[in-house]
């Protein structure tokens, strides 16, 4: 179960890709022909809906997404599921509108797909939605798709759904999910410290002097600071668990880290000697955060 739900968030991940690789050449040489497009939506088949969806995506225009919103309500699933990745450039509030009502999909990869659009998106007047989406849809790959946008988003107030999720013991077939929230959970806090929720983990294997840490002091005077310590716990929890997953306990330390708090510190310097070198490193990064945080 686990591989097949890894396969199919690659797949998906795979599937951005290859929206923009198929679409280059399609959608930067040749004209923009509005017309010619919605009409292809209205009245062609589903591969050239798809096609077509490609080439809207490519444009990376709001006027090239807005052709894209009637697909949303196609008879076919798998055009819906195309054009959630394809209205992503309309305006954050324009967007997120269209696309909330396509997580009550009837169809489970559609609201996948609607739910990473949403992340791309950004609004945090989705949060709400993705929040019940994370406690209540049954379809797990749905629920990581949901906690992976809700770190893409970044707001605050999505700390207590994603920690819910790392609060119930982990299995084999929750990892993912769980990967997802934790990352997640950083995400959120790296957004105030950096001004970004984009990240890798680690973010290289350089020296130290060529490291990140970002503004400790956005942090401080954010109300995330009093807000982020119960997921700064379970965080600790998470990272200490030898049940857990190496991807998920690494990025509980990335995550550790965005948070700065000291009471991390000594979780993270006994992970500095883990077996897994990406766990080992991202714990040292983390580190540097926190440090960073006690010098200003």
């Known amino acids: 179960m686990l591989v097949a739900v890894g396969r199919s968030i690659l797949f998906s991940a795979a599937l951005v890709i290859l929206f923009s690789s198929a679409a280059l050449a399609q959608g930067l040489t040749t004209p923009f022909e509005p017309e010619r497009l919605r009409q292809i939506l209205a009245s062609g088949n589903s591969e050239e809906k798809r096609d077509a969806l490609f080439e809207i995506r490519n444009r990376r225009s709001a006027d090239a997404s807005a052709l894209a919103v009637p697909a949303l309500k196609d008879a076919d699933a798998i055009v819906r599921a195309t054009a959630a990745s394809s209205i992503v450039f309309l305006p954050e509030s324009e967007a997120a509108a269209v696309l909330l009502p396509l997580l009550d999909d009837r169809q489970p990869f559609v609201r996948k797909e609607a739910a990473y659009a949403l992340g791309t998106v950004g609004s945090w007047t989705s949060t709400e939605r993705l929040a019940q989406l994370l406690r209540r849809e049954k379809d797990r790959e749905v629920r990581t798709a949901a906690a992976i946008s809700l770190g893409m988003i970044g707001d605050i107030d999505s700390l207590g759904p994603l920690s819910e999720v790392l609060k119930k013991k982990p299995k084999d077939e929750d990892e993912m999910l769980r990967r997802a929230a934790a990352r997640s959970l950083g995400q959120i806090a790296e957004l105030i410290r950096t001004g970004r929720t984009l990240v890798t983990t680690p973010q290289s294997f350089l020296p130290e002097k060529f490291k990140e840490t970002g503004d400790p002091l956005a942090l401080i005077a954010n109300r995330i600071n009093i807000d982020g310590r119960s997921a700064v716990e379970l965080l600790i929890k998470v990272l200490t668990d030898s049940r857990e997953a190496?991807?998920?306990?690494?990025?509980?330390?990335?995550?550790?880290?965005?948070?700065?708090?000291?009471?991390a510190v000594p979780a993270l310097e006994r992970s500095i000697a883990a077996a897994d070198p990406y766990l080992a490193e991202t714990a040292r990064e983390a580190l540097l955060k926190i440090r960073a945080a006690g010098e200003n």
Do not use: I, P, S
């Open 246 to 263: 190496d991807d998920t306990r690494r990025e509980a330390a990335f995550a550790l880290g965005a948070f700065g708090r000291t009471e």
